[in-house]
T-cell receptor
Framework: GQSLEQPSEVTAVEGAIVQINCTYQTSGFYGLSWYQQHDGGAPTFLSYNALDGLEETGRFSSFLSRSDSYGYLLLQELQMKDSASYFCAVRPISGNTPLVFGKGTRLSVIA | GAGVSQTPSNKVTEKGKYVELRCDPISGHTALYWYRQSLGQGPEFLIYFQGTGAADDSGLPNDRFFAVRPEGSVSTLKIQRTERGDSAVYLC????????????FGEGSRLTVL
């Protein structure tokens, strides 16, 4: 099976950098995804790491280390609009189940 | 359409009633997924369609839950004999192929069972 652990809440200051960690236990997976969800809104895809290393998309970067069973999402130059919940998710290799999500990290950006 | 469309956006029903939730995926997307999300939790997988057939329904909690996608486009999630524990936001997503890391989600149908 798969389980993913994330901090439940993180608070950071506008303009700063924040890192949201995701540790996982899985029997095998294709890649690690990150999604953003504003209150009452749809989860929105941010990034996907199929291989170890850093993927950068604008102010957001995501990292994966399979040997450490660990990944993170890095948000730079934080803006108030970045206040949202962030979910990591894995694509299991076994079976047909698509994405398995973590419980999410609620990020609050303060002035 | 431009995005995944779900109706109704809100549904309030009484315990024991039957409900249907509809999902209209992005045009051309062959894969369709249903997830359920409770407050403060991540999306929980229910069922995944590739075309018209259910490729994986292992997430359906019991036989009161059923989903169809008869023409490979619109899907309906059906819940019989609703219970208060069924209250949640039901999210639908689609993608161009199955088992991808990028899903396109709708805004969900919020179900409240009184």
């Amino acid at each position: 099976g798969q389980s993913l652990e994330q901090p439940s809440e993180v608070t950071a200051v506008e303009g700063a950098i924040v890192q949201i960690n995701c540790t996982y236990q899985t029997s095998g997976f294709y890649g690690l995804s990150w999604y953003q969800q504003h209150d009452g809104g749809a989860p929105t895809f941010l990034s996907y790491n199929a291989l170890d290393g850093l993927e950068e998309t604008g102010r957001f970067s995501s990292f994966l280390s399979r040997s450490d069973s660990y990944g993170y999402l890095l948000l730079q130059e934080l803006q108030m609009k970045d206040s949202a919940s962030y979910f990591c998710a894995v694509r299991p290799i076994s079976g047909n189940t698509p994405l398995v999500f973590g419980k999410g990290t609620r990020l609050s950006v303060i002035a | 359409g431009a995005g995944v469309s779900q109706t109704p956006s809100n549904k309030v029903t009484e315990k024991g009633k039957y409900v249907e939730l509809r999902c209209d995926p992005i045009s051309g997307h062959t894969a369709l997924y249903w997830y359920r999300q409770s407050l403060g939790q991540g999306p929980e997988f229910l069922i995944y369609f590739q075309g018209t057939g259910a490729a994986d329904d292992s997430g359906l909690p019991n036989d009161r839950f059923f989903a169809v996608r008869p023409e490979g486009s619109v899907s309906t999630l059906k819940i019989q004999r609703t219970e208060r524990g069924d209250s949640a936001v039901y999210l639908c997503a689609s993608s161009t192929r199955g088992k991808t890391g990028e899903l396109f989600f709708g805004e969900g149908s919020r179900l409240t069972v009184l």
